[in-house]
């Protein structure tokens, strides 16, 4: 059954192994733990140089998004997780575009918006 | 005897496409990560309302002056704590262990009521002090963004409460496996939505 189940794909989540899935959740958890103190730490701390830290805090974010994918959602490179893996891209994808795209498109318009005051100037 | 015949004859070297349709399973997991990859990108779009208008305070009060980091340390963790938990509960779904499902789905069920009355105390407080939705822009999107996390975690609990009445009356069918196992994604999934918010929302309010 189970030689059955890779030869058509996984679906996400599906861990075919029979041991060590506990555990699987357990690194995630300390993994995550760690992650997550981290960033809170982070943020509070003045150690770090200060401009720095919201790159540290999305790095740190990242990883952790990571480390649920893998360990919680049991996502992998395995050939029979292609489709898993292709949807994801594309989903990671038009996240980026969405994001990214508007906070460029938001950031250009506000900068090339005139000011308030001369706006009422020229109504006059 | 034709190639396709031939290559079913000697078993393991089947192409894809002679071999049907996947597992029930397989389909319906799949089709269930399409739809929380759709759902992310719903809160994508409200991630970035918020990256936009966080600044857009009005004269209100800003972020900085409203999120309390300790509050949602513990909120984190709770969300955390039941990502495990119901990942032991699918595990117990899996081997059709009734005791220790209902033990595990009924830790990761309180964890998500305590960080769910933590949120709707924290969105009491803020309209108390009159920052509700309707004062700022940045409000505005802050709400819309972490209540939209809230409703989904909402859901989640109302579904938990399903499957385990499905247990109870149904038993570990095919079906209450498959059902199970996607809402094991579902709450991994609003996990992963959470380190975003607490990231961008509250940790990005005090630098």
């Known amino acids: ?124 | 005897m034709s190639a396709a015949e031939q290559a079913l004859a000697t078993g393991d070297a089947v192409p894809l496409s002679l071999k049907g349709p996947a597992p029930k399973r397989v389909v319906a997991g799949y089709g269930f990560w399409l739809f929380l990859l759709s759902d992310i990108v719903i809160f994508a779009a409200l991630f970035a309302a918020y990256a936009v208008l966080s600044g857009e305070t009005a004269g209100g009060p800003t972020a900085a002056d409203l999120f309390d980091k300790r509050h949602v340390l513990i909120e984190t963790a709770c969300l955390l704590a039941s990502s495990v938990t119901c990942g032991f509960g699918s595990l117990a779904v899996q081997s059709g262990d009734r005791t220790s499902t209902y033990f595990w789905m009924m830790i990761t069920f309180i964890l998500g009521v305590t960080f769910l009355s933590l949120e709707v105390s924290e969105f009491g407080h803020m309209l108390m002090i009159g920052a509700g939705p309707s004062r700022s822009a940045f409000l505005s999107a802050f709400f819309t963004l972490v209540g939209t996390h809230g409703l989904h975690v909402t859901l989640g609990l109302c579904w938990l409460i399903v499957m385990l009445l499905q247990v109870t009356t149904l038993g570990f069918q095919p079906m209450v496996g498959r059902r199970f196992f996607c809402f094991g994604l579902f709450w991994h999934a609003l996990d992963i939505v959470w380190i975003g918010v607490f990231t961008i929302v509250y940790l990005g309010a005090h630098l």
């Open chain 1, 1 to 124: 059954m189970s030689t059955e189940i890779e030869a058509q794909g996984v679906a996400p989540g599906v861990n075919l192994q029979t041991h060590g899935k506990r555990r699987s959740y357990l690194v995630g958890l300390g993994y995550a733990v760690v992650l997550t103190l981290a960033s809170f730490w982070a943020s509070s701390t003045d150690v770090i140089y200060p401009p720095g830290v919201p790159i540290l805090l999305g790095v740190l974010a990242i990883a952790q998004m990571g480390i649920h994918l893998v360990f919680f959602l049991h996502i992998s490179s395995a050939p029979d997780q292609t489709n898993n893996i292709l949807a994801l891209a594309f989903g990671v994808f038009v996240v980026g575009l969405l994001v990214f795209g508007s906070m460029i498109i938001m950031a250009h318009l506000n900068h090339n918006m005139m000011p308030m005051d001369k706006l009422i100037q020229m109504q006059r």
